[in-house]
């Protein structure tokens, strides 16, 4: 739009010079009455009286000419207002140019998403605020916000120690929690959960963020993990179909991704955590019903999802490197500690990523899934099978694929009917260096909560 009305702006500003220096050249030709009629017969013959007159009819007529010169610039600079407001009232009907929405949006300031780091008594979340600041492209964009619980002096000095660099806060009820018998042991859980609510009601209410991203003092972040949500926030924001973007594979340890395709997004029904952004409009939807307890399992459920996914990566942009916590390294040997983390920098932000959009990933994807060639569990194991795949391998009941699962490597627990990582059942990952789907039959409609 600037480049079109820049030849209509320079040439009303040379025709406004050029009438002013005409009116300016014009008024000082013109002759004056006054000097005509004072002035000598006789040119030669000036006396001092005459001078003086003569002098004086002569700065008459400048302040004259200034005056006459202020009233016409006067004049115009009202008509120079009247076009300005005239322009302006065309513009706001629509009538100056189509694609002014597009500008504002290519211009338009740059969203600010806040890193929220949920700490409690560990001192090495030293490591996970080091990754954070050495990767943050900009500490006004990215803010670093790290609530901490427990009351923990030495893991208080630790984050104070970073001064400016990011905010910390405190939350304050650091009593016990009431729970039932059978739960005395997972008071911990409780804990965490109230941390959850009170943490995510001050990054939206009391520092007023439309987003956040959410991770634990346990995550190390890979080199580009900004890049990665700062190009899916918009994706995230406009899908309805979507409630989050997660940092995380649960599948994703060395040998099961491929390390040729550090750009591959899936989308996945399964709730990943472990860095993980969400928008405000979420928050409102879910903290009225907030979990006293086992909050991620709790967002697994169908009551929750709702039907909505995820986007998650083929590698890992985040590493758990806590093995000591309250699930007391559930998983952490078997699995998370061999979650490998990408360090290529992938550009998100200058990708096409409308591959994520509901329609066309799912037309794409069950073509993918449902046209690979069917295997069974000893093809893939005999080492016989020729080329990258990609193959299936199908299940038909939650016992056959905890089978399936545990023999090919990933992980075998389902939430609320969902396999982790799985998107429409199907769970995507590398065996010996082949593709392979590890996936109910064709025609799969919804998942039975029932299959926990």
């Known amino acids: 739009m600037l480049r ?13 010079v050029a009438w002013n220096f005409i009116l300016i050249f014009v008024l000082m030709r013109r002759p004056s009455t006054q000097v005509a009629l004072d002035s000598p017969d006789e040119p030669g013959n000036l006396g001092d009286g005459a001078g003086e007159g ?19 610039l006067e004049s115009q600079k009202k008509i ?25 949006a290519e211009h338009s300031a740059p969203v600010v998403i806040p890193i929220l780091v949920i700490a409690c008594n560990r001192v090495t979340v030293k490591r996970c605020i080091d990754k954070l600041i050495e990767h943050r492209p ?60 009170w943490a995510l009601n001050q990054v939206f209410n009391t520092f007023s963020y439309s987003s956040v991203v959410v991770v634990e003092d346990d995550l190390e972040v890979a080199p580009d993990f900004f890049e990665y949500f700062r190009a899916l926030h918009p994706v995230l924001k406009s ?6 973007v997660s940092a995380w594979n649960d599948n994703g340890r060395e040998g099961f991704v491929d390390p040729g395709k550090a750009s591959l997004l899936y989308r996945t029904d399964f709730f990943p955590g472990l860095g993980w952004m969400l928008i405000k409009d979420l928050w409102a939807e879910i903290e009225p019903k907030w979990p006293a307890s086992f909050w991620d399992d709790w967002m697994r459920h169908p009551d929750q999802r709702r039907g909505r996914s995820c986007i998650r990566p083929e590698i890992s942009r985040t590493l758990t ?17 061999f979650i490998k983390l990408n360090s290529e920098f992938v550009p998100f932000t200058k990708m096409d990523l409308s591959y994520l959009e509901k329609k066309k990933y799912d037309e794409s ?53 969902v396999p982790r990582a799985g998107y429409r059942g199907v769970v995507s990952f590398l065996s010996r260096g082949k593709r392979v789907y590890l996936a109910p039959p064709a025609g799969w409609s919804q998942y039975d909560p029932s299959w926990s």
């Open 4 to 16: 079109k009305r820049s030849p209509l702006i320079i040439c009303g500003a040379f025709i406004f």
């Open 54 to 72: 003569q002098f004086g009819n002569i700065m008459n007529e400048v302040v004259r000419v200034a005056n006459e010169f202020e009233a016409e």
């Open 80 to 104: 120079l207002l009247q076009i300005q407001n005239h322009w302006a009232v065309w513009e706001n009907k629509g009538g100056v140019t189509a694609a002014k929405p597009k500008s504002q």
């Open 138 to 197: 900009s500490a006004e964009l990215y803010p670093i916000i790290v609530s901490q619980d427990c009351g923990h002096a030495e893991t208080s000095d630790v984050i104070a120690s970073y001064g400016s660099q990011l905010t910390h806060i405190k939350q304050p009820d650091l009593s016990d929690i009431s729970v039932p018998p059978q739960h005395k042991k997972f008071q911990g859980y409780y804990k965490i959960s109230r941390h959850y609510r």
């Open 239 to 244: 899908d309805p179909t979507l409630w989050c």
């Open 321 to 337: 490197f806590g093995r000591k916590g309250v699930s007391l390294g559930q998983f952490y040997d078997k699995y998370l500690r």
């Open 365 to 417: 994807f069950e073509k993918e899934v449902y046209d690979a060639q069917v295997v069974t569990m000893e093809d893939l194991q005999s080492g016989k099978l020729s080329g990258s795949g990609p193959y299936r391998v199908q299940y038909s009941s939650p016992a056959s694929f905890k089978t399936m699962a545990r023999n090919l490597g990933v992980m075998e627990d389902l939430k609320s009917g």
